[in-house]
């Protein structure tokens, strides 16, 4: 442990007597040991349990700029400069069997306690010891070929180019190999009422990043329903369709976390006969009203070449005489199906890991459950997630590791690039059922709330806002440091109403950790 030493002044009265010298520096290092934590305020040195700050743990060198990244997005997010802190460095071993809905760890997460500091003042951070984890082999965005998928999605300008709902950061997680190159994946994008030059300002931007994206003006005569069934001519018309084995409607804030497996699922249904492909809202409350057993488009919905070819053969966008569409719909994944139903003898192939994420607030419960979901939607508007920061870590250990839960001894759970959460009154609940955190709208009857989505979810256990049994630290940043090692940084906000039971005080200070994935 490195230790303050004497000023010279204090050698040249200490007496030449080696006994009295050497037994006056000791007496005055013990005291140096005993009162600079009291001194300090500090509970760095006081409740750490580690290495102090700038000793090397000897698990590695600091990465350079790892410091200057965390600084910068604590800034960004006006957060500090005095934290609490804790971090660990977890080695990934892919040899595990499955990936499971939550993995046991038998060790505590952080066997060494939370520091104060000011992340201002530091020259290097506390690095928690050297912890396994046990993870599925599975493909890097670099490892995935998705060139036999084409999607389409209709939007407008102002949503592409605008910093809160812009897809493009989301899109390249799915749409490249995450180092700026295309992973075969096609797009069609059209834009609705905008200019020529924004379409070539948008074209650009997608080729920037990798994306193998063609760029149109939507038809302008068509309402939004209409738009949205006339891509699915534009995806039969692209050049590269005869290459390509599914074709997808998307909306502009649908995400696909797992795309490898995602391939690896369409692969069950031949390409060479009609099939469509999707899932219904997790809402039975509109399923019943609706009365229509269609795919919802947010969660994205595929078809197999036959299915595009007839649909561009059917009146699906013919009108009556006061302009109403002849299927009855006012929404284009609902006019699809009422074409597809009406004209042909197509029934939906359901695809339940497909999620259209209809449940509203706070969809922390849906994000910690520990299943690999196949799509996410709604994560700009009505849950706001930015799910590309999330998926980061596939570029560590992989595409499973997306999410994935690992449970430790200390009552920890990280839901890998959402959460790191702690349950300081013990976990006596059954973490495999998901967590009723959401907002049910206009739903009154507690009982009808939970029916609505348990034919989705299942049972939802008990939401844990307020009561004190739950601390929350969520995802806030991530950054890839090298070939296949990954830093995340979450965050629990002080003021955060949602960690405190009644009458329990506010913590002096927002609180960080810092995870860092390794091979």
Do not use: C
């Given at each position: 442990m490195a230790v303050l030493m004497p000023s010279s002044r204090f050698f040249s009265t200490i007496p030449r007597a080696p006994f009295h010298r050497w037994s006056l520096v000791a007496i005055f290092i013990l005291a140096i040991v005993w009162f600079i934590p009291r001194f300090s305020g500090s509970s760095i040195n006081g409740n750490f349990g580690g290495p102090p700050l700038g000793v090397n743990t000897g698990i590695g060198n600091h990465p350079k700029g790892e410091l200057s990244f965390i600084k910068q997005l604590l800034k960004d997010n006006r957060?500090?400069?005095?934290?609490?802190?804790?971090?660990?460095?977890?080695?990934?071993?892919?040899?595990?069997?499955?990936?499971?809905?939550?993995?046991?760890?038998?060790?505590?997460?952080?066997?060494?306690?939370?520091?104060?500091?000011?992340?201002?003042?530091?020259?290097n951070l506390p690095q928690g010891n050297l912890l396994d984890v046990h993870v599925h082999p599975s493909a890097r965005p670099d490892q995935i070929d998705a060139s036999s998928l084409l999607f389409a999605a209709s939007t407008t300008?102002?949503?592409?180019?605008?910093?809160?709902?812009?897809?493009?950061?989301?899109?390249?997680?799915?749409?490249?190999?995450?180092?700026?190159?295309?992973?075969?994946?096609?797009?069609?994008?059209?834009?609705?009422?905008?200019?020529?030059?924004?379409?070539?300002?948008?074209?650009?931007?997608?080729?920037?990043?990798?994306?193998?994206?063609?760029?149109?003006?939507?038809?302008?005569?068509?309402?939004?329903?209409?738009?949205?069934?006339?891509?699915?001519?534009?995806?039969?018309?692209?050049?590269s369709r005869k290459s390509r084995k599914y074709f997808s409607l998307v909306d502009d804030d649908t995400f696909f976390p797992y795309i490898g497996e995602l391939i690896h699922t369409l692969h069950r249904y031949d390409p060479s006969r009609p099939h469509y492909i999707g899932t219904f809202t997790e809402r039975s409350d509109w399923m019943l009203s609706n009365k229509a057993p269609m795919a919802y488009g947010g969660a994205g919905v595929f078809m197999t070449a036959p299915v595009i070819q007839k649909v561009t053969e059917l009146p699906c966008l013919d009108k009556d005489d006061e302009g109403n569409y002849v299927l009855g719909a006012d929404q284009g994944d609902r006019l699809l199906y009422n074409c597809l139903h009406n004209h042909t003898e197509l029934a939906l192939s359901y695809l339940p890991k497909l999620r259209q994420e209809d449940q509203m607030g706070d969809a922390s419960g849906f994000y910690e459950a520990g299943i690999q979901h196949l799509s996410f939607h709604h994560y700009h508007t009505w849950h706001e997630l930015w799910p590309g920061k999330m998926h980061i870590v596939a570029d560590a250990c992989g595409e499973d590791c997306v999410l994935q839960r690992f449970r430790f001894k200390d009552n920890f759970i990280i839901s890998n690039g959402y959460s790191v959460a702690h349950y300081p009154q013990g976990i006596d609940f059954d973490p495999l059922q998901m967590e009723a955190t959401f907002d049910y709208g206009n739903l009154d009857d507690p009982e009808f709330r939970d029916v609505v989505f348990s034919y989705a979810?299942?049972?939802?256990?008990?939401?844990?806002?307020?009561?004190?049994?739950?601390?929350?630290w969520e995802l806030l940043g991530a950054t890839r440091e090298g070939d296949g090692k990954v830093k995340q940084v979450y965050l629990k906000r002080r003021g955060d109403n949602r960690w405190l039971g009644e009458g329990e005080p506010h913590p002096e200070n927002d609180s960080v950790v810092v995870l860092t994935w390794i091979p």
């Open positions: 957060i500090g400069p005095e934290i609490q802190f804790a971090s660990r460095t977890i080695r990934y071993v892919p040899d595990a069997p499955e990936r499971l809905p939550i993995t046991e760890v038998d060790q505590d997460l952080f066997s060494e306690s939370f520091v104060d500091l000011s992340i201002n003042k530091v020259k300008y102002e949503r592409f180019e605008s910093a809160k709902t812009t897809p493009i950061g989301e899109w390249t997680r799915w749409l490249t190999d995450g180092k700026g190159t295309s992973n075969g994946a096609g797009l069609i994008l059209t834009l609705f009422n905008t200019s020529t030059e924004n379409i070539h300002l948008a074209s650009q931007r997608l080729m920037e990043v990798g994306i193998n994206a063609t760029v149109l003006h939507s038809n302008d005569k068509l309402d939004m329903a209409g738009r949205y069934v006339d891509l699915v001519h534009l995806l039969h018309n692209h050049p979810f299942g049972m939802l256990r008990k939401n844990l806002h307020k009561t004190g049994r739950k601390k929350s």
